[in-house]
């Protein structure tokens, strides 16, 4: 028997995986988000060395145009400088340490390439940095092509005014070319949405974002913190710390009065309050790669903390993360969602759940009509404050050292309670014909359509008069 001969396997990546199968995971959406992120990336390099200031981004700009047979974004954020067109074109990013030291969120060195990917087939790149311009194609046949991985690059025949970079994406693929031309002000209003929430940092900063003209105006999370100097108050619960490179600011509290139990029972609440900004966003780097989030991933519905509910629709919190290595953020390769497996945010989860317990029960005790009022005139007190302004105040309050497995410091607000202790009180609760509450309400109040817990109210309350006598 003749010996088989063994040669080398090859294990050369194959394009296509890249080009049609990496795009699967990652919508529209954040494909474009992907590019916004790579237009901030490049201001951070422009400036590095510089002391950020309150608005490092100021002046900055990238246009989106969203259109039934193409896509475009143009930036004057920098450009791609020549030394950096390994990273930035190659698929996988072959040098980890190009933005050392610098806060940016590209790790991977996938972002741009498979952003552009998921929107077309036919793409040309623009980018101008200094002494550097240059355009770059990528056509359909390059991308058919799994020999071919040298891209044909050529001198820019014109310069920018500014240096930055222009992407034009053309031959859409299908189910983008349906997305932007059947529901395109459906798409750009869904995405204006997200931008504004998942760059309220950064276009706070100074960045400005448009899309197809319009520009768009932040939606930042601001909580209730009162100034006085009264011992119990509505304050946010805060945690900062340092570890292994990582700065963690964490806040969480009320953005607005808590709602009524008849406003619940009532489907009122999503009227006068949204659910969109209720629950815990999470900013790696200045960017939200979670936004609002109600479930198990951000504590809600474990460890001592009740499932999500629209009686806690007031309470919101922010975690911040930032480093000057990207690796280390627990963000998963998309870059729109949390690595809920990171030691790092396990540990920062303990807290956000500690600060939770601390506004829900205050929930659950200022139950009842006349409460909820009182209550509501404490929230009221206080004033809306950004993140920004909450580490500034929170800088003038005493944070006490936290001794745990993440060592950090932290503020734990008193809350005001009801003058009656908790156990002091029992709920009454019990349902009647719809009829006989009207007529009860019209014999109580001389006029009908007062709310059944009102009637219900009214009548102990007359009955505990008699009872006292």
């Known amino acids: 028997m003749t010996a088989r001969i063994y040669n080398n396997v090859p294990a050369h990546p194959v394009k296509s995986f890249f080009v049609h199968m990496l795009t699967r995971d990652i919508s529209v959406s954040d494909a474009i988000l992907d590019l916004l992120d790579n237009c901030v990336d490049g201001i951070i390099r422009k400036n590095r060395g510089k002391k950020e200031g309150a608005a490092p981004y100021k002046g900055y700009k990238a246009q989106i145009t969203i259109g039934k047979d193409s896509f475009t974004i143009h930036d004057n954020c920098g450009g791609i400088p020549w030394s950096l067109h390994e990273y930035a074109f190659r698929m996988g990013r072959a040098k980890p340490d190009q933005d050392a030291g610098l806060p940016v969120v590209g790790t991977y060195g996938i972002g741009m390439k498979r952003a552009i990917f998921k929107i077309g087939q036919s793409c040309l790149i623009q980018t101008q940095n200094g002494k550097d311009a240059y355009d770059i194609e990528l056509s359909p046949a390059w991308m058919r092509n799994e020999d071919e991985w040298n891209?044909?690059?050529k001198a820019a025949k014109t310069r920018m005014k500014a240096d930055g970079t222009t992407i034009v994406v053309e031959k859409l693929n299908k189910g983008v070319a349906e997305l932007f031309s059947d529901n395109a002000k459906s798409f750009c209003r869904d995405f204006e949405a997200q931008v504004a929430s998942h760059y309220a940092f950064i276009i706070g900063k100074g960045f400005t974002v448009e899309v197809n003209g319009r520009a768009i105006s932040p939606l930042p999370t601001k909580l209730a913190f009162d100034k006085s100097k009264k011992t119990k108050a509505i304050r946010p619960f805060v945690y900062t710390t340092r570890t292994n490179g990582v700065d963690v600011f964490l806040a969480v509290g009320f953005t607005r009065p808590i709602p009524s139990e008849e406003e619940i029972a009532a489907d009122q609440v999503e009227a006068r309050y949204s659910s969109l900004d209720a629950g815990w966003t999470i900013v790696c780097n200045d960017r939200a790669v979670l936004y609002c989030d109600r479930t198990e991933l951000t504590g809600w519905g474990e460890a001592g903390v009740p499932k999500y509910h629209t009686q806690f629709i007031a309470i919101s919190g922010?975690?911040?993360?930032?480093?000057?290595?990207?690796?280390?953020?627990?963000?998963?390769?998309?870059?729109?969602?949390?690595?809920?497996?990171s030691p790092l945010y396990l540990q920062v989860k303990n807290k956000m759940r500690e600060g939770m317990v601390l506004f829900t029960n205050y929930t659950n005790k200022w139950k009842g009509r006349e409460l909820v009022q009182q209550a509501r005139s404490q929230i009221d007190d206080a004033e809306p404050f950004g993140i920004e302004e909450i580490k500034h105040n929170v800088a003038k309050l005493r944070l006490s050292h936290v001794k745990s497995r993440l060592r950090g410091r932290q503020y734990k607000p008193t809350l005001p309670m009801p003058a009656h202790a908790a156990g002091d009180s029992r709920r009454i609760s019990y349902?009647?014909?719809?009829a006989q509450i009207e007529l009860v309400s019209d014999y109580l109040f001389e006029s009908d359509g007062h709310t059944p817990s009102l009637v219900g109210e009214r009548c102990?309350?007359?009955?505990?008069?008699?009872a006292r006598k």
């Open 151 to 153: 891209i044909p690059v």
């Open 318 to 341: 922010v975690v911040e993360f930032r480093s000057n290595d990207a690796s280390k953020l627990p963000t998963t390769t998309t870059k729109r969602g949390i690595d809920a497996a």
């Open 431 to 434: 349902s009647k014909p719809i």
């Open 460 to 466: 102990f309350d007359e009955i505990l008069k008699e």
